[in-house]
């Protein structure tokens, strides 16, 4: 019988070689006992003894392999936190402005938001697949989400790593952990089928799916496999002859199954472009429950994402029920009504829409009264493009009103968008020359914006004070 010992070479060989003799032994002594017939019971017992012997030693030696590959992978495993935490130490020293706000890690894939700022692709489209529409550091609402590649901070970080030795880390890959199954399929399928049937059945759909598409992201791509499945989720609307016969609560749970299916990007178009979405969405907007109106809105403001979309929606006549539930001014609506009004009027042809349905007159109401001063003074110096909206703005008593603001407020880009305002309607209309001098006189409101505002705050501002010295100037010389 073989000996455990002392393994001379290799000893992961020698260890091998030792299980197979001791393997080769036992089963020698099984098949003896099981055939040899003769001095039964002395030879039986003996030869048992020496199996049980044998089994034992394969056992000890298998159990010694097992410690020997433990102690294997914890060598291993030490040698890879060695390299691994040399690695973490060159990550650590990274820059800060290598660094994504929101992982707070090195970016791989640096990316431009709408606000300016830069983050990591892969954590910035999981924030905004979340349905936020502001910009996680600056707060500012998104006049979009496109995301637009970093290549200048990329290539810097690119140079970084080299420098140091290290490979520049690939872009981070999100596996989807909602990944459907022939049952969810399935209860899709069935839950639209619903909508056809009677209104309880319609009611206990919508809200099935609204829970759905707010909870699971691929259950709102799901409807973009399908050109049909958005009509059938709308078919409880478009079967009511009046407003007044729609379920307030199926109404509510279905535009917000809209708002859910167009924070996915891919849905943004299907969903804009289906015919009878858009039209419905104002119906929403002008009849809804407050919640209904809000949830429109903000489906507005998600859709108009995409340029194609802003000009479809501002067609087909969006912007008069916004504004109407703008001035009506409940405040549940106001920040997605903003959001909304400003993405809108990013368009030129929007603009001018928006000064006609009486979005200025709306806008100066909600400043004066300091309602989302930070939103609508953004969207007033937008439309200050457009001469008409000056010339109703300086009708409407916007210079008083911009030039008390800007001595209240700690806000630079509030101050600046006010100078923004202001300059426009300096440039467009003498009348308004001798309150601004007045102000200037009284208070050097336009010299301390001059002195510690943007740099575009101080371009505009020293830009007024110019054309108001030589008004003053000529005057006189003559």
């Given at each position: 019988m073989a000996k455990s010992g002392v393994f001379k070479g290799d000893p992961i060989v020698a260890v091998a070689k030792a299980t197979m003799d001791l393997k080769k032994e036992l089963q020698r002594l099984v098949k003896t006992i099981v055939e040899d017939s003769s001095s039964e019971d002395e030879i039986e017992f003996?030869?048992?003894?020496?199996?049980?012997?044998?089994?034992?030693?394969?056992?000890?030696?298998?159990?010694?392999?097992?410690?020997?590959?433990?102690?294997?992978?914890?060598?291993?495993?030490?040698?890879n936190r060695s390299s691994n935490g040399s690695s973490a130490s060159i990550w650590a020293s990274c820059p800060q402005e290598f660094r994504c706000p929101l992982s707070k890690e090195l970016m791989r894939d640096p990316v431009i938001l709408s606000t300016g700022q830069t983050y990591d692709r892969a954590y910035?489209?999981?924030?905004?697949k979340a349905g936020n529409r502001i910009c996680p550091k600056t707060q500012q609402v998104l006049s979009h989400t496109i995301l637009t590649p970093n290549t200048l901070v990329r290539d810097m970080i690119t140079q970084w790593c080299k420098n140091r030795g290290v490979q520049f880390p690939g872009p981070i890959q999100y596996a989807d952990q909602d990944g459907l199954t022939e049952a969810d399929r399935d209860l899709f399928l069935s839950l639209l089928k619903k909508m056809q049937s009677t209104q309880s059945e319609q009611k206990e759909a919508a809200r099935t799916l609204r829970s759905l598409t707010k909870r699971m992201p691929s259950f709102r791509a799901l409807f973009g496999e399908s050109l049909e499945s958005i009509t059938q989720l709308l078919t409880p609307l478009c079967q009511t002859k009046s407003q007044t016969e729609i379920h307030p609560d199926l109404q509510e749970d279905l535009i917000t199954t809209l708002l859910n299916l167009s924070i996915h990007d891919n849905n943004k178009k299907l969903v804009a472009e289906t015919p009878m979405v858009?039209?419905?969405?104002?119906?929403?907007?002008?009849?809804?429950?407050?919640?209904?109106?809000?949830?429109?809105?903000?489906?507005?403001?998600?859709?108009?994402?995409?340029?194609?979309?802003?000009?479809?929606?501002?067609?087909?006549?969006?912007?008069?029920?916004?504004?109407?539930?703008?001035?009506?001014?409940?405040?549940?609506?106001?920040?997605d009504v903003a959001s909304a009004i400003f993405n809108l009027?990013?368009?030129?042809?929007?603009?001018?829409?928006?000064?006609?349905?009486?979005?200025?007159?709306?806008?100066?109401?909600?400043?004066?009264?300091?309602?989302?001063v930070d939103e609508f003074l953004a969207t007033l110096a937008m439309l200050s493009s457009n001469q008409k909206a000056v010339e109703e703005m300086g009708d409407l008593g916007a210079v008083s009103c911009l030039l008390s603001l800007i001595k209240e407020t700690n806000c630079a880009r509030n101050k600046e968008n006010c100078i923004a305002v202001l300059y426009t309607i300096c440039y467009y209309d003498r009348t308004k020359w001798k309150e601004m001098r007045e102000e200037e006189s009284k208070y050097g409101t336009l010299s301390q914006v001059?002195?510690?505002?943007?740099?575009?705050?101080?371009?505009?501002?020293?830009?007024?004070?110019?054309r108001l010295n030589r008004a003053t100037n000529l005057t006189h010389t003559a």
């Open positions: 003996g030869l048992i003894d020496r199996a049980n012997q044998t089994l034992q030693a394969l056992k000890e030696l298998k159990e010694g392999g097992k410690q020997r590959s433990a102690s294997i992978r914890k060598l291993n495993d030490s040698n910035i489209q999981k924030w905004l858009i039209p419905l969405l104002l119906d929403a907007l002008r009849f809804g429950t407050i919640e209904t109106r809000t949830n429109a809105a903000a489906t507005l403001f998600t859709l108009s994402a995409l340029d194609s979309n802003k000009s479809l929606i501002g067609k087909l006549g969006a912007l008069k029920p916004l504004i109407d539930l703008l001035e009506e001014g409940h405040p549940l609506a106001m920040k009027c990013i368009q030129h042809e929007n603009k001018a829409r928006a000064v006609r349905d009486g979005a200025v007159r709306a806008l100066l109401n909600k400043i004066k009264n300091r309602v989302h001059a002195q510690n505002g943007t740099s575009r705050a101080k371009r505009k501002a020293n830009g007024i004070l110019d």
